[in-house]
């Protein structure tokens, strides 16, 4: 027989016991503070954020444009938490600023914010405000705003970037214009409502009224509608307003001019190619007509056969009013359009 070795010890069948090092209780005691410090902060946060959600959910249910002063812009926009966007117009609407763009503004930031507040979309992912230039001189120093108005949107994390400032002075602030910004900005989509107005309505009633009321009383005697002069004329008018961006202004709705609130100064010429003022139209319409009359003029200076003085002098004024008001146009357009090399007279 072969000789046997020595029987093997074998451990009992069971869960292994394992040991921690010396010294490890401590850090978990401190990671288990820890976690419960961060679990407690959290907590926090979420109910901070519920507090300043409902603070805005009872202002908007009262107005749908909530005003803000330096302390309510840096709690409920600028500090965190904040799961929401907030569309934020800054303006100068007290009478001492003179500033007729914003109250323009104000009146369609109102429309887009009413179509928002009364819609089946409603939520509390987005909010309007306001911070007026006289309640809140420590935020547009805090922005470096210099103008107003300006349009901004806060997204609900980091930082407004260059597209959350609406172009004002390329698009207009129309309320459509606003709220398609905004679904760019937000996926929000606002339909817009607009109260009802008459005014148009009225105005043709009365101009059809005018023209049937002045048909019946000349029915005996409608050779007025051949003058061609007459027609001449409202052609005349109806291609001024053409040429001077009428139709512009009413797609765009652009302010009527520009305000600087800090220094008063007034601008009526905008200074980029891709915009205008409602002024500004104004003016190149004016320059038109006055080009167009110094034009006819010198045509009947050489077609007239009158007398060669009187000829003379109608040929010099209408020679005056195309050169001066020619120069003053192309002025205004080698301001707007930066490098164009050429002037005449006016520069």
């Not at 409202?234 to 305000?259: D, E």
């Not at 020679?319 to 357009?333: A, D, H, M």
Request: hydrophobic share 40%; glycine share 8%.
């Amino acid at each position: 027989m072969g000789a046997r070795g020595a029987p093997s010890r074998r451990r009992p069948a069971g869960r292994r016991l394992r040991y921690l090092p010396a010294g490890s209780f401590p850090f978990l005691l401190l990671l288990l503070l820890l976690c419960i410090q961060l679990g407690g902060g959290q907590k926090k946060k979420e109910n901070l954020l519920a507090e300043k959600v409902e603070q805005l959910m009872e202002w908007s249910s009262r107005r749908s444009i909530f005003r803000m002063n330096g302390d309510k812009f840096r709690k409920f926009i600028k500090a965190p938490p904040r799961n929401y966007s907030m569309i934020v117009m800054f303006t100068a609407l007290q009478p001492q600023r003179q500033c007729s763009v914003c109250r323009q503004a104000n009146e369609e930031y109102q429309i887009l914010a009413n179509s928002w507040r009364y819609s089946s979309a409603f939520c509390n992912k987005l909010f309007f405000s306001m911070v007026d230039y006289d309640e809140g001189t420590d935020v547009f120093q805090q922005l470096n705003m210099n103008s107003a108005p300006t349009f901004m949107h806060f997204p609900p994390k980091g930082r407004p970037k260059r597209a959350d400032t609406f172009d004002l002075q390329r698009i207009g602030f129309a309320a459509e214009q606003l709220a398609k910004w905004i679904a760019d900005r937000t996926d929000v989509h606002i339909r817009v409502f607009r109260p009802p107005n008459y005014s148009g309505t009225i105005a043709l009633a009365l101009l059809v009224s005018l023209v049937g009321g002045l048909l019946y009383l000349r029915r005996n005697n409608l050779e007025f509608i051949y003058n061609k002069t007459g027609w001449a004329m409202v052609s005349l008018c109806i291609v001024f307003a053409m040429t001077s961006g009428q139709m512009w202004n009413h797609i765009r709705g652009p302010p009527y001019a520009h305000k600087n609130p800090h220094n008063g100064q007034v601008s009526y010429i905008h200074g980029s190619s891709q915009a205008q003022f409602v002024a500004e139209s104004h003016i190149i319409l004016v320059l038109n007509a006055a080009i167009t009359m110094g034009m006819v003029l010198l045509n009947e200076a050489a077609t007239s056969k009158g007398d060669v003085g009187k000829r003379r002098i109608i040929c010099l004024v209408g020679l005056g009013l195309v050169v001066f008001f020619f120069s003053f146009l192309l002025s205004i357009f080698r301001s707007k359009y930066h490098g164009y090399p050429y002037s005449f007279l006016i520069k």
